[in-house]
C-alpha cells in the first residue's frame, strides 16, 4: 500500500509562485507514474500534469502548460509540482496521485494511491 503526503499549498496573490511536494511512503517502483490533479469547488477534479518515475517523462494540461513544472526527487521519493504566474482560476486543492506502469494518463479513475490534498488559493 502506498501512502502519498502533500504539502506546500497556501495563500499566494497572483504572479506569485508556489511549490507543492507529495512524497511516497515507500520507495518508488520505477516502473510508477506520479501525478497531480486538483478540484475547485463545484467541479470535477482534473488532471495538471504527471511524471514517469523512471524516464522523467513528463505531460501538462494545456491551461498549466509554460507555468506548472512537475518534477521528481528519486533519493527523496518526492515528486514536485512547481507552479508559476499562478492565476485566480488556479485556486483548488491539490492532490498528489500514484499509479503502477509507465503510462501517463490524464483519468482518475487509472490511479490507486490518493493524498490527502493541500489547498492552493491564489487571491486577484
Known amino acids: 500500500q502506498v501512502q502519498l503526503v502533500e504539502s506546500g499549498g497556501g495563500l499566494v496573490q497572483a504572479g506569485g509562485s508556489l511549490r507543492l511536494s507529495c512524497t511516497a511512503s515507500v520507495r518508488t517502483s520505477s516502473r510508477r507514474v506520479m501525478s497531480w490533479f486538483r478540484q475547485a469547488p463545484g467541479k470535477e477534479r482534473e488532471f495538471v500534469a504527471g511524471?514517469?518515475?523512471?524516464?522523467?517523462?513528463?505531460n501538462y494540461a494545456d491551461s498549466v502548460k509554460g507555468r506548472f513544472t512537475i518534477s521528481n526527487d528519486n533519493a527523496k521519493n518526492t515528486v514536485y509540482l512547481q507552479m508559476n504566474s499562478l492565476k485566480p482560476e488556479d485556486s483548488a486543492v491539490y492532490y498528489c496521485?500514484?499509479?503502477?506502469?509507465?503510462?501517463?494518463?490524464?483519468?482518475?479513475?487509472?490511479?490507486?494511491?490518493w493524498g490527502q490534498g493541500t489547498q492552493v488559493t491564489v487571491s486577484s
Open positions: 511524471i514517469t518515475w523512471s524516464s522523467g517523462g513528463t
Open positions: 496521485a500514484a499509479r503502477d506502469g509507465v503510462l501517463r494518463t490524464s483519468n482518475r479513475q487509472d490511479y490507486p494511491y
